[in-house]
């Protein structure tokens, strides 16, 4: 059998259903429109957050590299004698004449004394 036809509404009936429709229809778009505002407004605020976040590393990064690196403590030289402890007798000898050919150990004690030995050799033959 085929379903009973639905009865007919009466024209005041069909209004108000008709105003149900269009009220539920209005309260859907109002809160599909909310919900699309709340996205966007947290979208801006972690985009705002992203932005800050970078600029507080640049920040860091400019601050880091605007920082000299403190300098390295000078590495004390060796004196020519500390250098050539480890030599046994024989090889001390030429130890110390290869260290006072540095320019930097010229004022060393050791190679003065050299300078001033050679300086007698020469000069008493």
């Known amino acids: 059998p085929a379903p ?10 069909q209004q108000a259903a008709r105003e149900r429709a269009l009220k539920a229809r209005a309260e859907r778009e ?33 601050k880091a590299a605007a920082a000299p690196a403190p300098a390295p403590a000078p590495v004390q030289r060796r004196t020519v004698a500390e250098a050539c402890a480890g030599t ?15 320019p930097d150990a010229a004022s060393d004690p050791t190679c003065v004394r050299l300078r001033e030995r050679e300086q007698r050799r ?4």
Do not use: M
Request: aromatic share 2%; charged share 30%.
């Open 30 to 62: 109002a809160r599909a429109k909310q919900l699309a505002e709340q996205r966007e407004q947290e979208a801006a605020r972690l985009r705002a957050q992203q932005e800050a976040e970078r600029k507080q590393a640049e920040q860091a990064a400019a």
């Open 122 to 125: 020469l000069f008493n033959q």
């Open 88 to 102: 046994n007798l024989l090889l001390r000898g030429s130890c110390e004449q290869r260290e006072c050919a540095r």
């Open 4 to 13: 009973a036809p639905a009865p007919a509404l009466k024209p005041a009936e």
